[in-house]
């Protein structure tokens, strides 16, 4: 069988001068890794919920602090390698023209088929040697799952699901994992609404 590949298309070659030129301006967001800059596709419905979802609760509960949330835009910088998060805080404060977040205390990936392999793997290892990363959270789409990973804990993996509250400590917020998928279409949910009603 052949391995999946960590990417879904190919990848455009291109140094990283060139990407970190290019990118501002480009109509699709890129992620660059390995001499590469790879086109991240459009994310479904569930993915948009699931990020929107956190990134308001976090953003309402910091309000009037110095930590800032980012959905998607911003990216997140290694050696020659930068890469994309679907949310993250960062509690630094950094020009406001500035394209990353240079020191992230919380990243969240919505997982999905096509990124599940990177945000699980290579992502992971980049984001946990992040000198300023307290916690990565891995939030299911398709199911109802939550994996969290702290620092604090040494990065032992931890599992939420419907009836949990996962504890985001980096920036001091408790969520009920159902407030994390309100509104969200799966399985798990269409039968957790069902148990609701009776």
């Known amino acids: 069988m052949r391995p999946q590949p960590l990417f879904k298309d190919e990848g455009i070659p291109m140094t990283e001068e060139e990407y970190l030129a290019s990118e501002p301006s480009s109509e699709v967001r890129r992620e660059y890794y390995n001499g590469k800059a790879y086109a991240m596709a459009g994310s479904k419905r569930n993915h948009n919920i699931l990020t929107g979802n956190l990134a308001r609760r976090f953003g309402n509960h910091l309000e009037g602090t110095p930590c800032v949330t980012f959905s998607a835009d911003i990216k997140v910088a290694f050696a020659h390698k930068y890469f994309y998060p679907d949310v993250i805080v960062d509690c630094t404060a950094d020009e406001g023209d500035s394209y990353f977040a240079n020191s992230p205390v919380l990243i969240v990936e919505v997982l999905s088929r096509s990124t599940k392999k990177l945000d699980t793997t290579t992502k992971l290892i980049h984001y946990l040697n992040l000198p300023t990363l307290k916690e990565y959270a891995m939030v299911e789409q398709d199911s109802v799952c939550v994996q969290m990973l702290r620092k604090s804990r040494h990065w032992q993996p931890e599992y939420y699901y419907l009836g949990d509250t996962v504890m ?23 039968v957790f609404r069902e148990m609701q009603k009776s």
């Not at 985001?168 to 269409?190: A, H, K, W």
């Open 168 to 190: 985001f400590e980096s920036i001091g917020l408790s969520l009920p994992v159902e407030d994390i998928y309100d509104r969200v279409d799966n399985e798990d949910m269409r």
